[in-house]
């Protein structure tokens, strides 16, 4: 004979003292516990995924490169994944110094992205690479690319 109650939520066998448990009582509670706790482990609305717990804890990447003169530089980078978005910024600069003097304006700041990209960088198409600029003459009517200055110390983040 099962138990004389029942728990509230699961129906799980609750005996009284003159209860008589048999072995199928204690399987069958053990059956609806596996079904219960197997199908809360796999309702993806209450927990993520081991690829989404991995894209979530690993965001964006970072580094940095010197300067080297080039007009044009390929930075390969590390990055363990395909980067959608991220940024480019020269240390120890503004993200822009306007000469007005001489109508020109250095860009030391930068946005490359898979759908688009600021003046003078870009994203590859490995995503996990960016190509660079030093201008050397104005880009359009007075803006100057300037992400690979000789000497100069560049950041970037790289975003999933």
């Known amino acids: 004979m099962s138990s004389t ?13 003159s209860d008589k ?3 199928i009582d204690f399987n069958t509670d053990n059956e609806i516990i596996d ?18 717990r991995e ?6 990447f970072t580094g940095m490169y010197y300067g080297n003169g080039t007009t044009q530089r390929v930075i390969t980078t590390s ?14 600069r503004t993200m822009s110094i306007v000469r007005f003097s001489e109508s020109k304006n250095n860009n030391y700041f930068g946005i490359f992205g ?4 600021s003046l ?12 660079v600029n ?12 300037n992400f690979n200055e000789s000497g100069v110390a560049y950041h970037y983040v790289m975003f999933r």
Not at 37 to 51: A, P
Request: proline fraction near 2%; glycine fraction near 6%; include cysteine.
């Open 21 to 23: 448990p048999k072995r």
């Open 79 to 92: 990055c363990p994944f395909e980067a959608r978005i991220g940024f480019v910024f020269a240390n120890s």
């Open 120 to 131: 003078g960088i870009k994203l590859n198409d490995d995503c996990k690479s960016f190509t």
């Open 35 to 52: 079904q219960v706790v197997s199908g809360h482990n796999q309702d993806t609305s209450l927990h993520i995924s081991d690829d989404e």
């Open 5 to 17: 109650n029942k728990t509230k939520n699961l129906g799980l066998n609750s005996w009284i003292g």
């Open 114 to 117: 898979f759908l688009a990209n």
């Open 55 to 60: 894209r979530w804890n690993n965001y964006m």
């Open 134 to 145: 030093q201008s050397a003459s104005a880009m359009t009517s007075s803006e100057y690319a």
